[in-house]
């Protein structure tokens, strides 16, 4: 009888050992491919002068909405919007519209840029290499005022 406690309690030891291995492993596959899925929505712009300005898009709005950067500068647009039921697609018109002019569909070639669905957490950028003004929207939610902005390049 002595000697059955003793094991029991072995037992319970490794059960609980081999639950936190368990454990830390699930962790961390999560939180890499939490990383991976992030890596993957920024665009494949270079920007080798290190020049970079964000853009928050926290509660349906961007933010600043409008801004001023230097030729080469990397715009990186981040989702910090806590409505995980929000996705928001960061577009630009190659006209330099803010709507989609005329079209009920999108045409291969008429976007300067366009992000795939953001949702919380998750990042877009886009390396402008040319000086002007150029008008971007959240595609997701066109004619929502508060979803347009301008990024000025001089």
Do not use: C, R
Not at 38 to 58: P, R, W, Y
Not at 101 to 128: H, K, P, R, V
Request: charged share 10%; hydrophobic share 35%; net charge negative.
């Amino acid at each position: 009888m002595n000697k059955i406690i003793p094991i029991g309690i072995i037992i319970i030891v490794i059960v609980i050992i081999i639950g936190v291995l368990t454990y830390q492993t699930t962790v961390n596959k999560s939180d890499n491919n939490n990383m991976t899925n992030m890596s993957n929505m920024t665009s494949t712009n270079s920007n080798s002068n290190g020049l970079q300005a964000t853009v928050t898009i926290e509660n349906g709005t961007f933010n600043p909405a409008n801004l001023t950067v230097k030729v080469g500068t990397t715009v990186i647009w981040i989702d910090k919007d806590f409505n995980t039921d929000t996705e928001y697609m960061v577009t630009s018109n190659k006209t330099g519209n803010t709507e989609m002019e005329n079209n009920t569909e999108a045409t291969e070639g008429m976007y300067l840029f366009m992000s795939n669905d953001l949702t919380n957490g998750q990042s877009f950028n886009y390396t402008f290499n040319q000086t002007g003004t150029f008008y971007y929207y959240d595609m997701n939610h066109m004619g929502d005022k508060a979803l347009n902005g301008v990024i000025i390049v001089q």
